[in-house]
Every structure is written in C-alpha cells, then in structure tokens.
Antibody, heavy 121, light 107 residues
Framework: EVQLLESGGALVQPGGSLGLSCAASGFTFNTYAMTWVRQAPGKGLEWVGSISGSGERTYYADSVKGRFTISRDNSKNTLYLQMSSLRAGDTAVYYC??????????????WGQGTLVTVSS | DTQMTQSPSSLSASVGDRVTITCRASQGINNYLAWYQQKPGRVPRLLIYNASTVQSGVPSRFTGSASGTEFTLSISCLQPEDVATYFCQKYNSAPLTFGGGTKVEIK
C-alpha cells in the first residue's frame, strides 16, 4: 500500500526558514518523480515543484524559485522541501504527491495528508 | 506558461442531475489533462487522466471529454457523496497548472 507522510509543518515568522519531509513507502521510490503541491486556506491547489526519481531534475513554480529547494534521499525513501525567506503568502497546507507511473509524468495519483505551514509574526 | 480557466467556480444541482464542468487551456496540451476531486477536509483524489481515461475505482458516472483546448468533466447522475471541489490540471510539461476549482453542492 502506497503511503506518503509529510512532517515538519509549523508556525514560522516572515523571513524565516523551514524544512518539510515526506516519508514514502509501498512503492519503489527512486523510480517515481515526486511533486509538492500547496493549498492556502480555503483556496485552490498550487504546484510548488517537482523532482525526478534520480533527483537530477527539478522544476519550480516562479512563486518559489530561488527560495525553495526540493531534494530527495532515495536511500531513506524521503522527499524534502526546504523553504527560506518565507512570506505570509506561503501559508498553506503542503502536500507531497507521487506520479502515477515511473519516469516523468507529473500526473499525481497518490497524495499525502499534508502538513500546515503558517507564516506569521 | 499555459493557463487553465475552469468554470463555473461553483454550482448547485439536485440529486440525479447531470453536472458539467469545463476547463479551457490557453494553448494546446495534447489531452494531458487530469481531473481531481477534493471532498471537504480531504486530500485530492485523481478521477480522470488523459482527458477521458477514468482512474481505477472511480464510479462510472464520472466521464471526461476533450475538444481541442476545451475539456469537460461530467457527472451523469449527481449523488450526495459527490459534494466536493473539482480541479483540472494540465501535465504535458512543467509548470503544472491547476484550474481554479469548481465547488459542487446539492440543491
């Protein structure tokens, strides 16, 4: 059974940094691209960025480029999102999601339960 | 970047009604279009991909279609458990883009 478990969400001050993790199980982690998606309270879904199975290729939304970094440790079956220079507009539930098939598809068929990041003073 | 315009933003229909949601891409995406359902307080669930392929386990009342850059999600016979927000998403290339969502309620 595929499981994705995010952790690390917290209250952080504007300008601060925070790291999120997503522990994966139930599939061959290093063969699937992974994606972070966020959802501000009461709002829609916003793509944050994606990383290939090997970790060699990453893409980011313009809204987070230069501030957020996606990485993965395939030996630990874990996906990461390192966030810096956080702003109030980054307040959201952050989901990690798995591609439907191996390779690079960016079609998300499993989602974690999400972790809440609140940026406020 | 390709923009995804979804309409309506909300709708209210009776149980048993046919419901249609539209998503329009600002440029061609070769039918790399998915639909997700997000029930209140829940995680998004993949319903349809490749514009019209129904994900395993999804009830047959959900269908998708495409005409050029216009995509449609239909619910043939609305059920109470279909109350949710529905999002389209293009995935032909990064950046991934979601539509703004359509909130479906029961009248």
């Amino acid at each position: 059974e595929v499981q994705l478990l995010e952790s690390g969400g917290a209250l952080v001050q504007p300008g601060g940094s925070l790291g999120l993790s997503c522990a994966a199980s139930g599939f061959t982690f290093n063969t699937y691209a992974m994606t972070w998606v966020r959802q501000a309270p009461g709002k829609g879904l916003e793509w944050v960025g994606s990383i290939s199975g090997s970790g060699e290729r990453t893409y980011y939304a313009d809204s987070v480029k230069g501030r957020f970094t996606i990485s993965r440790d395939n030996s630990k079956n874990t996906l990461y999102l390192q966030m810096s220079s956080l702003r109030a507009g980054d307040t959201a539930v952050y989901y990690c999601a798995k591609d439907r098939r191996t390779g690079w598809e960016l079609l998300l068929n499993y989602w974690g339960q999400g972790t809440l990041v609140t940026v406020s003073s | 970047d390709t923009q995804m315009t979804q309409s309506p933003s909300s709708l209210s229909a009776s149980v048993g009604d046919r419901v249609t949601i539209t998503c329009r891409a600002s440029q061609g995406i070769n039918n790399y279009l998915a639909w997700y359902q997000q029930k209140p307080g829940r995680v998004p669930r993949l319903l349809i991909y490749n514009a019209s392929t129904v994900q395993s386990g999804v009830p047959s009342r959900f269908t998708g279609s495409a005409s050029g850059t216009e995509f449609t999600l239909s619910i043939s016979c609305l059920q109470p458990e279909d109350v949710a927000t529905y999002f389209c998403q293009k995935y032909n290339s990064a950046p991934l883009t979601f539509g703004g969502g359509t909130k479906v309620e029961i009248k």
